[in-house]
C-alpha cells in the first residue's frame, strides 16, 4: 500500500478527493448549464460558437463532457487540440480524424473533407478546437473558409471555439473580423461562488466515500474561496493540497493552519498572496 492509500484509508476514502472533475464530482452551476444549452442549439442548428474565460475556469472540461454526451447516430465530433498547427496542418489533421487520408497538399485535403461530408449528410460533424487563441491567422482563416466549404445551401458542419477570455476581442480585429462575423454564440465561463464552492467539496468528498458533515472549518473555507478566486482549477488543487496535509498530520478535519500550510504549496493561485515568512 502506497502513502496515498494510506492516507485515503485513514479516512475512510476510496480514494484521494479532489482529483479531476468526474461526473460524480459535477456540480451544475448556471454559467455552465448556460454553456451547454449553447454548445447544443450550436450543434443542432450547425453554427459557430466561442466559449472563453480564465485559465482553470473549466472550459475544456465542460466542452470534453459535453462531446462525451452527444448522439453518435446524429453527429460527429473531432477535437482539435494543437492550436500551432497550420492551416495545411489543420486541414490534413482534420482528414485524418475522420478516417481519410492526409496530405500535404490542400485541395487533397479538401476534397477527401468534401467527400466525408457528401457521405454523412445525416450526420453533424462537430469540430472543437481548444486553445484557439494560440492559432495562427492562417488557421482560423482556414476555419472560415471551411465554413463555406462548397458553398452550401446550409452550413456543413458546427464549429466550437475553446479561447481565453481575450479571443473575442482577437477575433474582433480586421484579421479576423470575417470569422467574428459568423459566430452564431458567445459564453464566457464565470468562476465558482462561495456556494458553488462549497458545493463541489462536498459532493467531491462523497464521490470518495466520505460523507461526515463537518470536514472543513468554516475558516478553511473562506480561505479557499479567497486565495483561488473562485477558479475551478485551483479550488480543486488547494483543497486535495489541504485534505493531504491534513491526512498527513493524522488530523480528521482541515483547519484554517491546515489550508495555510497548503497555499503554500500550490503555486498559481489568483487570490490572495501567500504568506510570507
Known sequence: MNELDRYARSWGATAVPFGPLSDQQWIGIPSQQRAISLLDQTAALRGAMLLSGGNGVGKSTLVGRWVRQLETRLYTPVNLTQATLSSSGLLASLARSLGKRGSIRRERNLDELSSYLSEHERQTLVIVMDDAQNSTHGTLEELRLLLGLNLPSQPTFALILIGDEYLLGQLQLRNHRALCS?????????????????????????????????????????????????????VCLLARAAWLEAARADAREISAQTMQQALEQVPGLTGLTRHSS
Not at 204 to 219: D, H, T
Request: charged letters at 20%; glycine letters at 4%.
Open 182 to 234: 459568423r459566430l452564431s454564440a458567445h459564453h464566457m465561463l464565470s468562476p465558482w461562488t462561495f456556494e458553488e464552492i462549497q458545493t463541489y467539496l462536498k459532493a467531491a468528498l462523497e464521490a470518495v466515500g466520505i460523507n461526515r458533515s463537518k470536514v472543513f472549518e468554516p475558516a478553511a473555507v473562506d480561505l479557499l474561496v479567497r486565495a483561488t478566486a473562485g477558479v475551478p482549477r485551483s
